[in-house]
């Protein structure tokens, strides 16, 4: 029997600041961006939780199908994709779901996501790790109901996409986008390229949307959520 989950936090946190989502007993509350000297200050992270989620909005990734990941190699898979700095830290946490090993690096000048996870504990007092923000992406988009599924993070001129058909990923990347309409833009491309219509698809969002935003997505999408 799959454990229940009484309380959950799932935080976001960007170079500007952190976003979370408090679950409990089948409802759900969301908090807006919030900056980062809010930590110490924020009554739900002095509390512990069955499960705490943290992502990192960190463009520094890239996956690899698993028969073909050598872990020591890890470093140079990487730096092939990204652009690294010395003392950059990388590390990969698998992807079974779609038979891949996600290589990432936290190293993008940032230590809040750290402070979070040290403060915000689960129920035995440990801290949860803090993956990328598409580890989160790929696995929240198994929550999507249409044949077609695609979900997005944009935040701090960065726009986090994945698209699936089925239990079959097509993409899964990071975009340099400076703002809103240009990771629009790149959201039409990388649909235009895989065939998909906007039309009949509904996006889905891993984070709040502005009105004016989720307006302008209504415009082309057939539907816009947040999950």
């Not at 010395?86 to 891949?100: L, M, T």
């Not at 990923?169 to 309409?181: E, P, R």
């Not at 039309?199 to 999950?227: D, G, H, N, Q």
Request: glycine share 4%; net charge negative; aromatic share 14%.
């Amino acid at each position: 029997m799959d454990q229940i989950i009484e309380s959950r936090i799932s935080i976001q946190v960007s170079l500007s600041g952190f976003f979370f989502k408090l679950e409990k007993d089948g409802d759900y509350r969301l908090s807006g961006w919030l900056s980062g000297d809010r930590i110490f200050t924020t009554p739900e992270f002095q509390k512990r939780y069955d499960e705490v989620c943290i992502s990192l909005l960190t463009h520094k990734f890239t996956l690899v199908p698993e028969q073909y990941f050598v872990k020591e190699d890890a470093v140079e898979i990487l730096s092939g994709v990204v652009s690294l700095r010395d003392g950059d830290i990388v590390s990969y946490v698998p992807v079974p779901q779609f038979g891949a090993v996600l290589v990432y690096s936290n190293s993008i000048g940032e230590s809040l996501s750290k402070a979070i996870s040290q403060i915000v504990l689960n129920m035995s007092g440990e801290c949860s790790p803090v993956l990328p923000e598409i580890y989160y992406i790929l696995r929240d988009i198994a929550f999507c109901k249409e044949y077609n599924k695609i979900m997005a993070t944009y935040k701090d001129g960065y726009l986090h996409l994945a698209i699936a058909q089925g239990n079959n990923l097509l993409l899964a990347n990071s975009f340099k986008a400076i703002d809103f309409t240009t990771a629009e833009y790149f959201i039409f491309y990388a649909m235009n390229s895989l065939q998909l219509n906007p039309e009949v698809s509904t996006i889905s969002w891993r984070m709040p949307l502005s009105l004016e935003e989720e307006m302008s997505l209504y415009r082309y999408f057939k539907a816009v959520e947040t999950l």
